[in-house]
């Protein structure tokens, strides 16, 4: 499979970037940019922003009770009893 990853299209693998950077997945290390000069230049602007984003709003996750607030405020706009 590293051999697909190598050979993925720089179009392929920009389309998950911001996804493996957001997961804090290190895309760094990912074949295609080992081998992709273009894609390791893009990779280290989008890691320097994911960065400074970072710093901006250090809490990534949102803590649990505002997942319940939202959920609650969901569950007061729509009040199907069994819905999941
Ligand atoms: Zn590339």
Same mark, same amino acid.
């Given at each position: /499979?590293? @051999?697909?990853?190598? %050979? &993925?299209?720089? @179009? @392929? !693998?920009?389309a998950? /970037?911001? =996804? &493996?950077?957001?997961?804090?997945? %290190?895309?760094?290390?990912? +074949?295609? $940019?080992?081998s992709? =000069?273009?894609?390791?230049?893009?990779l280290?602007?989008? =890691?320097?922003?994911?960065?400074?984003?970072?710093? /901006? !709003? +250090? $809490?990534?996750?949102?803590p649990?009770h505002?997942?319940?607030?939202? @959920?609650?405020?969901?569950? =007061?706009e729509?009040?199907?009893?069994?819905?999941?």
């Open positions: /499979m590293t @051999e697909d990853l190598k %050979n &993925m299209t720089c @179009e @392929e !693998f920009q998950q /970037m911001p =996804e &493996m950077i957001g997961s804090g997945e %290190n895309a760094s290390a990912h +074949p295609h $940019v080992q992709c =000069e273009l894609c390791r230049a893009l280290a602007d989008l =890691e320097t922003i994911a960065e400074a984003a970072r710093q /901006m !709003f +250090p $809490v990534v996750d949102p649990d505002l997942w319940q607030q939202i @959920e609650s405020a969901i569950q =007061e729509d009040s199907t009893p069994d819905r999941r």
